[in-house]
């Protein structure tokens, strides 16, 4: 299924009447915002209503810090998971000084008032300054408030700060289990310095612009171009054997041998081998990277087994 994607302003209205409102910011589309949609998708089924999700463009919150944001999940991604849920159409607000100034009461009766049900998380906050919450939504009588509670893994909230530690620490394992797919990353392969080529392995330099990078060091991934499915080796990092100390996301992907700049493609983690390593050879390197690629083969003999 097609999923409309429609970006709205401070200005914009919503005409559609009478449907079924998901809402949130949704970074990660984690198993607990699945909770959600799921929520939305058995009262479209009930309903026969249309199912929207609202989200917006970037965090409020490192908005108004003026902070980057490091997302788990680009828009991009939001709407190709979506896809998969029979969502109808998703509205992306555009974060603005004027969207993040209007009350709540305008904020509901700019974009929700005409919407049969509206579906958001316990802590769900809206409005200037964030003061609008899930009883001021309960209190509209024109549509009805579904509160979904706070779902937990291990006693903790699962949410996207769980998920960057996670990550932080390499545990793809519980990463990819509480985003219920694997973390993964898109972006354009680029030109790095033409180093791999002279090692002996070429690797594909991703774009990652404001994703939230994982632990740094070597993984297995599986590399997806153009729908079809290759695996490969990670190295995020520095390249500490070399001068360059800028961060790179790069893949060695098994069984491929062609010019990929320009392409976009999806990256997706699967377990952490090691640490990056400085070497005063970079023989010692190669070295190392044959047997990083010997070891990524019975890992995935071991996965698929
Ligand atoms: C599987 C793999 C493991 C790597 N491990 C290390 C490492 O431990 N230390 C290091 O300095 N660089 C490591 N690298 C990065 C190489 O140094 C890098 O691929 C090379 O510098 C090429 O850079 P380029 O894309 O800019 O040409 C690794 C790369 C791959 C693909
Ligand atoms: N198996 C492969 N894995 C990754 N990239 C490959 C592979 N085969 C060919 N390439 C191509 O070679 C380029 C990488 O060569 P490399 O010397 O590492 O250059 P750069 O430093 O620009 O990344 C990739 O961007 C891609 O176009």
Redesign the pocket.
Known sequence: MVLEIKYIDHHDQIEDLGHIAVLGFFDGLHIAHQALINKGLELKKKTGKKLFVFTFDQSIRKYLYNEPFYYLTSVDDKKEILETYQVDRLYVFKVSKEFISLSPENFINQYLIQMSYLVVGFDFTYGFRSVGNVSHLKAYKEFETIVMPEITYQDEKIGSSKIRQSLDEGEMDLANYLLGRNYQITGE??????????LG?????IDFTNYYLPKRGVYLTKVIIKDKQYY?VTNVGKKPTFKDQSISL????????????GQIITIEFIEFMRDEIKYSHKEDLIKQIYKDVERSHEIIKRRNS
């Open positions: 392969v680029i030109h790095g310095r033409g180093v791999g080529k002279l392995f070429p690797t594909a330099n490969g790069e893949t060695y992907i098994f069984d491929l041998s062609k010019d990929l700049y």
